[in-house]
């Protein structure tokens, strides 16, 4: 499955903001979505991930509370709302996709991968 993100921009502290990606080629068939980021000089790491149905979500202890991860079957599309946004929440945020009915939080366990988009949050 091929993956397109977007929605990244320049916000301040405490604003919101919601990431889409789209999903094309195989979506006929089950296959979870996740988020990750990558801040300057770090590695890439977890964020949020949602099951084919929805009904199962996973987050990261450092966005719990504050970003909700939900997608749209029908249109192939999962979203990221992020809320009280913070400084520390400043990476490149990348979209990703596996099949199946596993929702995994590390990255090597997705197979496609969007090109990411840039969120800065200033203070």
């Known amino acids: 499955v091929q993956l397109q993100a977007s929605g990244g921009g320049l916000v301040q502290n405490g604003d919101s903001l919601r990431l889409s990606c789209v999903a094309s080629?195989?979506?006929?068939?089950?296959?979870?979505m996740g988020w990750f980021r990558q801040a300057p000089g770090k590695e890439r790491e977890f964020v949020a991930a949602?099951?084919?149905?929805?009904?199962?979500?996973s987050y990261a202890d450092s966005v719990k509370g504050r970003f909700t991860i939900s997608r749209d079957n029908a249109k192939n599309t999962v979203y990221l709302q992020m809320a009280s946004l913070k400084p520390e929440d400043t990476a490149v945020y990348y979209c990703?996709?596996?099949?199946?009915?596993?929702?995994?939080?590390?990255?090597?366990?997705?197979?496609?991968w969007g090109q990411g988009t840039l969120v800065t949050v200033s203070s």
């Open positions: 990703a996709a596996r099949y199946g009915y596993q929702v995994p939080t590390r990255l090597g366990d997705y197979d496609s």
């Open positions: 949602i099951g084919w149905s929805g009904s199962r979500t």
């Open positions: 080629g195989r979506t006929n068939s089950v296959y979870t």
